[in-house]
């Protein structure tokens, strides 16, 4: 058993509990710190499959910006364990167990690919990940969508200030 | 290529407009003439030599169905401003921002009719959708504006997330974001058979264009968000977004259905009957033109979905033909809508003696709608039904959609009847001869198309 | 790494997300479990990449294959980006009106 | 002159617009000068006809083409013979008698009302010489109804009464059943030869099966019930009576009752070659004619009891055809046509001097007030009664003999029916004109004789009804002293040839006549003698009596047994099938949906958590359709 | 041009009448419209050149469908017909009043349009747009001007109809695609060849549209309402005219497009024709309201036609073909008295009238006449069309003729029920001063009258008329 094996095991454990940790608890300031946990689990995951890139991009924006935006919003909100809603518990119930068919549903299928069966992931190596090839690809083949992503980022400013602007 | 530079561009003139200038008018003046700009400038990618030629390294692919889509899109939005600027300019302060957001709207709606390959989808859906959750929620006070949007905007994110599982699993089957091949499994060498992660792909990618056309039971949100958006923007929604959004659902699927095999005719013709079902009949008991009209598009979006179902050339040329009537008609009624004091069908009792052309223009608005020969929404729907018979086989889905077409006719009629048989004082506000002007213009060209179908189909097409 | 197990990994991810989606009704924590969901398919995205550029190697040194499924995940990052900022203005703007984050809360809008 | 035939149905027609646009202005002289001199018009018209055929043959007219399909062409054509010329006679001329009675009898209407009677009474005329001349079944059906149609008209004549509008729809619905009988026979005539013309029919009739032939004969034979009464079709002739007299005498007396005799006559060579039908003929016809006198016995209205009296003679008529007396049949018409004409217009100038008072318990003693109607009255009576040598006894006599070489039974029945005749004619006779005034006093006061034009039909009538008879005087007596029969002889040609000749011994038939005559000789005294001295008694008739007076409750049969049940089901039809049943149903499918609306909505619960879980449900669902497609493709093939 | 001609005056005149405000002019411009409209198609059909009557120009090249007409017998009698009987309708009305009477007959002329479309269209689709553009005036028409219950009875008829015409509209899709030609026109439909499930399907498609158009029993529940609830002069439109709609399309239509079908389906059809000929008229017995009786009996006689249909033999059709035009007259005339009386006594129950013959003589005996022409009396006529069906159907199967004859009784029951509580007896209170028609009315009534007659007397001219029809529908194929 290689250490990356370990290691992914371990990810993946920590990954799911804190995944699941994030809906159990009640207090909606840990759940972002559990959900920070999962992105940190995950970069693992992207540093083990050698896409530094990524990893340090998910740790800047998911876990940096995103979730303390998230943090921000709450605490301004000052919500906690009182305030938090809590659906009914029939609801609940049916949501874990629809989810858990589409799962379900989901792993069946994988299983009756056979032609996934040996396919593995490259570990460790293949320096598609590395930013000097990711930054070629984007601003060679990809700068369409790129600049196009701008019109994305306007109107996401646009309708930030629409909405959140007093008037 | 030009649409989508040109639109993005005047996103942010009128963004700047909105800084220049405080006067709400001149705004929607900006915005006219910009429409005109674009549609130009798709005319010119469609037909003359000057098109901004960039190499999207096969991303985007122009051709003229979409070109065709855009230029009905663009129009489309031209007469929706037209009628309707007013109500934009009144409906909040940063009116030019509402114009900026439509235009990135048009942007995303014509990278939708061009897109290749699932990244460009994926942008251009994300483009057309985060606007809109703006513009639902632009009426700030009001808290069905608030609860539409946010209602719009979970839900939308969520079928974001579909949309990318599904994208993800075509790319582990397949290697590429491009849909209809099987590349890996010939690499493997294996027996040719499609790859259950590619079906399973390729179907989580069908609920979400589900979701984004509101084809039941994927349809829940589209009557709240209607129904709670400030009315000039769910006609916005109704027509020009939804429309994009079956170009792109036919663009994306139109030569790809061979991978599904025949489950697929079933799966859709479920997917059919149970929108119309939900749509028609749902629509019968509303109280609320508004809400009405959501549930209608609901029921409009299943007839369209025929094209889908027949994936021929007829569907795709009646695909043109069904947008540009249904959103003009759409347009026309919602702009009568929104011109009403009371939403509810109570509300148009009596309009035929107080606004006896309003009340002639809307009801040619929703013969068009009903379908009824003489408006342009008979060959629409002729065209899908007629795609049907062609691709033969399952008659009777045209029978049971016949069938529903009838249940259509009640809820459009009950408007007529408040309109014309029912005693009342329609209150609206105040009504410009412009105003009634671009109805009828509206109107007539509804008949136009009805008795001309062709013509369009000339212009726009062949 | 087999690739199963990834998938399983991340499919589990993705579905423990939407049982979030479906079990909780702060809003903010539905936007949560949603970002969930997206993380678990750039996870699945990044592998499928490197499985692809695996088989590619054997045949070409060089080869870019699979760089196409990290820029993707890119691609989503920035989608994401733009849609939380969007959407924690929403979720802001309804607490403003009603304080409150209640997805239940608001039900206006019904039949 | 036969060419010149379309005259005789023109005249009347003529009168009919004249008299019917012009009645507001017409002054009431004027109108009956033209409803009565039409008709005289056309019975000159019809007398040279009469001569004409008499002198050489019939033939057929044709005015123009009256429908012309591929399968069939039916031409509006004329039949001009011997006995269509005979039947024009008797129609214009008791016709012409008639309306000049009516002239005196009517003369209280208001103009407008007497011009009407008159353009009713012409229009009958028309439509009476349609079905006469009318020379294929098709335009036979145009009078045949068209009488039905004018009967209706007379009948309900005093509309403000709705007793009397009742009867006249009595009368039409029960003539129309009739007529169905007859189209189905004109259908399935036109079906097996493709022409409904008597002569090509007549011609080809060997064409047709046995089973052909019986069934279109018995079908026209359902016509003839409706139209000349007979059971089970006879109730709507005594209610018929509400009409105005001379109506009675002319239409349900004289002429259109007769209509049944004439057109089997007409194809007589048809029944001849149905024995089945014959039979039934005449045993509907016997039994008509016994059951109708039974109730005549007891009748208490004078017009009433002429009327039953006219069903049992038609009776007699029906028989005469049954056992293939063809001319004797078509003889006692004509006699028929004379006496019964006369007895109605006879107790129309009673009812005329009673101020319309019809109960002949409230009369008696008569003869000395209404000198002429009694001595004509009485005369008839002896017609009808058969006494010899009125006419009556000859035409009824030889329908008898003829059924009695049938078969005997038919005759002694016969006999018993004529014996009852003679009873109930002269009860009435008695019950009228002799004994003492029952009436009221003014009543008594005003009684008087009636102006010329009542009383010179009355004559003219009695004389025809007198010698009436002498035209077919029985081969016992003298050698072709039947006129009548040799004059008819070619239309029954035919028949006659396969009819088996049968001749009784002359001695056998005097004592027939003999003895028949006798007794009826015994029935009149007894009946004058046991009513002579009769007063108006309060007691309830029982048993038989109460029975005959009611009519043998016949009219309540229909009513419960056809009339009542038939409405029962309309109105089951109305409110139960149509507004539960079919309209429900559709109405149904509206309600469906609607109320599916109101509970789908529901599921639009308005809670983003619900929609996402029904989303997530609904795409297990199709992972799950598609695994398992196969299924599915087997259900669909299924199904589809 | 002449067809051309025939359906723009209407539609432009309707169209125009839209904005003249003024009752009386609008009324009489109404009529000019209308007398125009007849003039051309007398002189079209009687005395016009015979290539004048037909007319093709490009309409949908890409749909394969032409804007063709034609005037076969049938169509020649009908347009007759339509032409024949809106001023007829017209001059009856003139004194009804209407509110917004400019919209009123502008629709009215419209309706005209849409009529006459249907009977010269020679091509499926624009049949089918005329089908639906008859409708939507009458629709509008009996919705604003009709009795109380209007707005849902009128609703009714309108999806119920609607419905049949969108099956219809898929079955032409059918057929259209099975036809080699690729074309719309009625000539190359006579030319597909189906398979027998194919055939059977489309052929009810096509079948229920016009069985609940005629209508036949049980598709009838729509019309005795909206006979009772519409204005008058709109029902005479309906059960005038339209009611041919349903005929004549079954003719044009159904029996030569799917000959095999339409004979493997004629007993069903029949039988349910028959049996809706009783029903009606034992429901007729038992209705107290002049316009639903009339209504029922209508529908009597349409089941009679429809079986004729469905003989397939010449006779029958001949019936049909006369008796189409027949109904429609003596129909008309029906509606004319019974509008007169409503207007007049401002009821139309039996039993609040009565005794009408001494206050209106002239009313009384027009009326009578019109009753026995509506039970089919010799020379009048109805009695030429009945004949001829019964025969036919007669010659199909004396059992069923012989069940459909007893209509004919019931026929005789019912209009002379009704004839006998309107006119005779003596006059109760409504009546007590009821006055004599007059004018107009009493003039139309006449005319209406006369052609009964005369057609009663001298049917010969409509059979000519119409031979041609029937031979091209039985003969061929």
Not at chain 2, 227 to 240: E, L, R
Not at chain 5, 431 to 460: C, F, R
């Amino acid at each position: 058993m290689s250490t990356i094996q370990i290691l992914f095991f371990f990810l993946s454990a920590l990954a799911i509990f804190s995944a699941v940790m994030v809906l159990v608890s009640k207090n909606p300031v840990h759940s972002v710190l559990w959900l920070i946990a999962v992105f940190f689990a995950i970069s693992g995951h992207y540093v083990l499959l050698n896409a530094q890139f990524l990893a340090i991009v998910n740790l800047i924006v998911y876990a940096g910006a995103i979730m303390v935006l998230f943090l921000f919003v709450i605490m301004l909100m000052n919500l906690n364990t009182e305030t938090e809603p809590q659906k009914h518990i029939w609801m609940k119930l049916a949501g874990v167990i629809s989810g858990g068919c589409f799962l379900l549903m989901l792993i069946s299928l994988v299983r009756q690919t056979q032609e996934m069966v040996g396919r593995k992931a490259l570990m460790a190596e293949g320096n598609i990940g590395l930013i000097k090839n990711l930054g070629k690809a984007l601003f060679g083949d990809y700068v369409v969508p790129f600049e196009i992503t701008s019109v994305l980022f306007l109107s996401a400013m646009v309708g930030a200030v629409v909405i959140g602007k007093k008037d | 290529m030009n649409a989508i530079i040109v639109s993005a561009l005047l996103g942010v003139v009128m963004m700047f407009s909105g800084i220049i200038s405080k006067n709400k008018s001149v705004h929607t003046v900006v915005a006219v003439v910009g429409l005109l700009l674009l549609i130009i400038a798709n005319l010119l990618n469609s037909y003359g030599p000057y098109v901004i030629n960039i190499n999207t390294h096969g991303l985007l692919s122009v051709e003229q169905f979409g070109l065709f889509s855009n230029t009905i899109a663009f129009t489309a939005t031209l007469v929706y401003v037209l009628l309707s600027g007013k109500t934009i300019e009144n409906t909040g302060v940063n009116v030019a921002d509402y114009y900026a957001l439509i235009f990135f709207v048009l942007c995303g709606v014509s990278i939708l009719s061009s897109f290749n390959g699932l990244l460009m989808l994926f942008l251009g859906i994300e483009i057309l959708s985060i606007p809109l959750y703006i513009l639902t929620g632009a009426d700030k006070r009001n808290l069905k504006s608030n609860e539409a949007s946010l209602k719009y905007f979970l839900m939308g994110s969520f079928s974001t997330g579909i949309l990318l599982m599904g994208i993800t699993l075509i790319y582990g089957a397949t290697g590429s974001f491009t849909l209809g091949q099987s590349k890996s499994i010939a690499g493997a060498g294996l027996v040719v058979q499609t790859s259950f992660l590619q079906i399973a792909g390729m179907l989580l990618l069908f609920v979400a264009m589900c979701f984004k056309v509101s084809a039941a039971p994927f349809h829940f949100w589209t009557p709240d968000v209607y129904d709670g958006a400030p009315g000039v923007f769910t006609s916005f929604m109704a027509t020009i977004v939804k429309a994009s959004g079956f170009i792109a659902f036919i663009r994306l699927f139109e030569n790809n259905t061979s991978v599904l095999g025949p489950t697929w005719k079933i799966l859709l013709s479920l997917v059919i009957v149970a929108t119309l079902l939900v749509g028609n009949i749902t629509a019968v008991f509303q109280q609320s033109v508004k809400r009405m009209l959501a549930y209608s598009s609901i029921a409009q979006a299943g007839f369209m979905l025929f094209a889908l179902y027949s994936a021929n050339d007829l569907a795709k040329e009646g695909i043109l033909l069904y947008s540009a009537a249904y959103s003009l008609a759409t347009i026309g009624i919602f702009a009568v809508l929104i011109k009403m004091k009371d939403y509810t069908f109570d509300g148009f009792n009596g309009l035929a003696k107080t606004q006896p052309v309003v009340a002639l223009a809307t009801t040619i608005c929703l013969l068009s709608l009903a379908g009824i020969p003489l408006t342009a929404g008979f060959f629409a729907k002729y065209y899908m039904l007629a795609s049907v018979v062609k691709a033969g086989g399952s008659i009777w889905l045209v029978i049971v959609a016949v069938l529903f077409a009838a249940v259509s006719v009640y809820y459009y009629f009950r408007v007529i009847q408040a309109m014309y048989f029912k005693n009342g004082e329609a209150e609206t506000l105040e009504i410009t001869n412009g105003f009634k002007t671009g109805l009828l213009v509206l109107a007539a060209l509804i008949v136009l198309i009805g008795i001309f179908p062709t013509i369009v189909l000339n212009w726009f097409y062949f | 790494m087999p690739i199963q197990y990834y998938i399983y990994l991340c499919l589990t991810l993705f579905s423990i997300g939407i049982i979030g989606v479906l079990t909780r009704r702060n809003a903010i924590i539905v936007f949560m479990c949603i970002e969930l969901m997206l993380n678990a398919v750039n996870l699945l995205l990044v592998a499928f990449s490197k499985m692809h550029h695996g088989a590619a190697l054997v045949s070409d040194k060089a080869t870019t294959v699979g760089i196409e499924g990290q820029l993707f995940v890119f691609f989503i990052m920035v989608v994401a980006a733009a849609e939380v900022s969007v959407g924690l203005a929403i979720i802001v703007m309804m607490y403003r009106n009603t304080h409150s984050v209640d997805i239940n809360f608001l039900n206006r809008l019904k039949n | 002159m036969s060419k010149l035939v379309y005259l005789v149905p023109l005249f009347p027609l003529l009168g009919f617009l004249i008299n019917g646009l012009g009645r507001k202005s017409m002054s009431k002289s004027l109108i009956a000068i033209v409803g009565s001199g039409s008709i005289l018009a056309s019975f000159i018209v019809s007398l040279l006809i009469f001569f004409d055929v008499k002198a050489n043959g019939g033939t057929v007219v044709t005015l123009f083409n009256f429908i012309d399909v591929e399968s069939f062409k039916i031409p509006f054509a004329f039949q001009v013979d011997q006995l269509s010329s005979l039947f024009l006679l008797i129609i214009t001329g008791i016709g012409f008698l008639i309306h000049l009675y009516s002239s005196a009898y009517m003369h209280e209407e208001e103009p407008q009302h007497y011009g009407r009677y008159f353009a009713y009474l012409n229009l009958f005329v028309f439509s009476m010489l349609l079905l006469i001349l009318g020379a294929n079944y098709v335009i036979m059906f145009i009078g045949w109804e068209g009488v039905g149609l004018c009967s209706y008209l007379l009948i309900g004549f005093w509309f403000k009464n709705n007793n009397y509008n009742y009867a006249a729809r009595k009368a039409f619905v029960m003539n129309r059943i009739g007529d169905l009988g007859f189209l189905l026979a004109v259908f399935w005539i036109l079906l097996k030869l493709g022409t409904a013309t008597y002569g090509e029919v007549f011609a080809n009739v060997s064409k047709l099966s046995s089973f052909d032939i019986t069934a279109i004969t018995m079908l026209l034979f359902v016509g003839a019930m409706g139209k000349s009464a007979q059971i089970p079709l006879y109730t709507w002739l005594p209610d018929a009576m509400a009409g105005p007299t001379p109506v009675s005498a002319l239409i349900h007396a004289a002429t259109m009752v007769t209509a049944g005799i004439y057109m089997i006559a007409r194809s007589n060579i048809l029944y001849t070659m149905a024995p089945a039908t014959q039979t039934l003929v005449a045993v509907i016809g016997l039994a008509t004619a016994i059951f109708a006198a039974t109730i005549a016995l007891k009748q208490n209205d004078i017009k009433k009891v002429l009327a039953y009296s006219t069903v049992s003679q038609l009776g007699y008529m029906f028989l005469g055809l049954g056992v293939g007396a063809y001319t004797g049949a078509v003889f006692h018409v004509m006699t028929h046509a004379f006496f019964k004409a006369l007895l109605f217009l006879g107790a129309g100038s009673v009812i005329h001097a009673m101020h319309h008072e019809q109960d002949i318990r409230k009369m008696g003693g008569l003869k000395r007030y209404l000198p002429i109607t009694h001595i004509t009255f009485l005369l008839g009576c002896l017609a009808i009664a058969g006494i010899p040598p009125f006419s009556g006894f000859f035409s009824k006599d030889e329908i008898l003999t003829a059924a009695f070489s049938k078969n005997p039974l038919y005759y002694f029945i016969g006999v018993a029916g004529a014996l009852m005749t003679a009873f109930y004619m002269f009860r009435l006779y008695t019950l009228t004109f002799l004994g003492q005034f029952r009436g009221t006093h003014e009543q008594e006061h005003h009684l008087h004789e009636s102006p010329w034009q009542m009383t010179f039909p009355l004559i003219v009538l009695a004389i025809l009804s007198v010698v009436g008879g002498w035209i077919g005087i029985p081969e016992v007596f003298a050698e072709n002293a039947h006129s009548l029969e040799h004059f008819l002889a070619p239309v029954f040609a035919e028949s006659t040839k396969l009819a088996e000749q049968h001749h009784l011994a002359a001695s056998q038939e005097y004592l027939m006549m003999g003895g028949t005559t006798l007794a009826i000789i015994i029935v009149i005294v007894f009946a004058v003698n046991s009513y002579k001295k009769y007063q108006a008694s309060t007691t309830e008739a029982t048993g038989v009596g109460k029975l005959l007076e009611n009519k043998w409750y016949i009219d309540e049969l229909y009513d419960a047994v056809i009339v009542n049940p038939l409405n029962a089901l309309a109105g089951f039809f109305k409110n139960i099938i149509e507004k539960a049943g079919i309209d429900g149903l559709v109405n149904g499918v509206g309600k469906l949906v609607s109320y599916g609306s109101r509970q789908l909505r529901l599921v639009q619960s308005g809670q983003v958590g619900n929609y996402i879980l029904i989303m997530v449900l609904a795409m297990v669902v199709f992972f799950l359709v598609w695994f398992n497609d196969g299924y599915i493709y087997q259900l669909i093939n299924k199904i589809f | 041009m002449i067809p051309v001609s025939l359906i723009l005056i209407p539609l432009i005149t309707g169209l125009a009448a839209f904005f003249i405000k003024e009752a009386r002019s609008v009324k009489a411009w109404a009529l000019l419209s209308s007398v125009i409209t007849l003039a051309i198609a007398a002189y079209g059909i009687f005395l016009g050149p015979a290539k004048e009557l037909a007319f093709d120009a490009a309409w949908l090249p890409e749909l394969g469908s032409r804007f063709t007409l034609m005037t076969d017998g049938m169509g020649k009698m009908l347009v007759l017909l339509t032409v024949g009987l809106f001023p007829v309708i017209f001059a009856a009305t003139y004194q009804n009043e209407y509110k917004k009477p400019g919209s009123y007959y502008a629709l009215m002329l419209l309706s005209q349009a849409g009529l006459l479309g249907v009977f010269l269209a020679a091509d499926a689709l624009v049949f089918y747009f005329f089908w639906e553009l008859a409708l939507i005036p009458v629709y509008f028409l009996c919705s604003i001007w009709g009795g109380e219950k209007r707005i849902a009875v009128t609703f009714k008829f309108f999806i119920y109809t609607f419905i049949g015409s969108l099956l219809m509209l898929v079955g032409i899709l059918f057929l259209y695609f099975q036809n080699p030609e690729h074309s719309f026109a009625l000539q190359s439909f006579y030319h597909i060849q189906l398979t027998a499930g194919q055939e059977n399907l489309v052929f009810w498609l096509f079948f229920i549209a016009f069985a609940i158009k005629m209508p036949i029993f049980p598709f009838h529940t729509w019309q005795p309402d909206a006979y009772e609830q519409s204005p008058t002069s709109v029902t005479m439109v309906m059960s005038g005219i339209m009611v041919k709609m349903g005929i004549f399309a079954a003719i044009r239509w159904l029996l030569p497009v799917f000959p095999h079908a339409s004979v493997q389906f004629a007993n069903p059809i029949i039988i349910l024709s028959v049996v809706g000929m009783l029903y009606a008229s034992l429901i007729a017995i038992r209705q107290d309201d002049i316009k639903r009786l009339i209504a029922y009996s209508s529908i009597a006689h349409i089941g009679l036609m429809s079986a004729a249909i469905f003989t397939h033999n010449k006779t029958g059709m001949e019936g049909v073909m006369i008796q189409m035009f027949n109904h429609g007259i003596n129909v008309i005339g029906l509606w004319i008295v019974a509008d007169t009386i409503e207007q007049q006594l401002g009821t139309r129950k039996f039993s609040e009238l009565g005794g009408l013959a001494q206050k209106a003589p002239v009313l009384a005996i027009l009326f009578v006449v019109l009753c026995f022409a509506n039970i089919a009396l010799p020379l009048t006529n109805a009695f030429i069309g009945e004949f001829l069906m019964f025969n036919g159907l007669f010659q199909y199967n004396a059992w069923i003729a012989a069940a459909a004859v007893i209509s004919v009784i019931l026929a005789a029951v019912y209009t002379l029920n009704m004839v006998q509580k309107v006119l005779y007896g003596n006059t109760v209170p409504v009546t007590e001063n009821a006055k004599e028609i007059s004018g107009n009315v009493k003039w139309m009534l006449v005319v209406v009258v006369i052609v009964v007659i005369v057609l009663g007397v001298y049917p010969q001219p409509m059979i000519e008329l119409t031979k041609d029809t029937v031979n091209a529908i039985l003969v061929n194929r």
